[in-house]
């Protein structure tokens, strides 16, 4: 659980009570949380997705690349009768799995996501391009 407020009192009263009802533990400020970077400055909270998206990059082997800007083509439509077929789709589901992760705070992404991760049963080559070319 993550708390916090201005109301110092108040919350000292939470974990107070939380701690008889449950067992916590008090981690104080904290600088990573579930893959997001967390800085903390008078004004308030910087939440950072960068070292996620270098360590998504290195798990696609794609540090070494450099960046573009890539389309998608609107209303475009993929059959799967004609498209060669991953032969280990490993890498293919963790990075659409990371990308779906990614998209909860990064709207600018979420429809293209969508588009590469539409059949999770079926991945194919160009599925797996489109996945990198996101990244």
Not at 102 to 107: A, H, K, V
Request: proline share 2%; with cysteine; net charge negative.
């Amino acid at each position: 659980m993550i708390i916090t407020s201005d109301d110092i009192d108040g919350i000292s009263v939470l974990k107070t009570e939380s701690t008889r009802q449950f067992e916590m533990k008090d981690l104080s400020y904290f600088r990573y949380f579930l893959g997001i970077e967390v800085a903390y400055s008078p004004r308030g909270y910087l939440l950072s997705w960068s070292k996620y998206v270098v360590d998504i990059l290195k798990r696609a082997r794609l540090t070494d690349n450099k960046t573009i800007d890539t389309f998608i083509e609107v209303n475009t439509r993929y059959s799967f009768s004609d498209v060669l077929p991953l032969i280990d789709p490993t890498l293919y589901r963790t990075i659409i799995g990371s990308l779906l992760y990614l998209t909860i705070t990064c709207l600018d992404i979420a429809h293209v996501v969508h588009v590469v991760s539409l059949s999770e049963s079926f991945t194919s080559i160009y599925l797996f391009l489109g996945a990198t070319c996101i990244l």
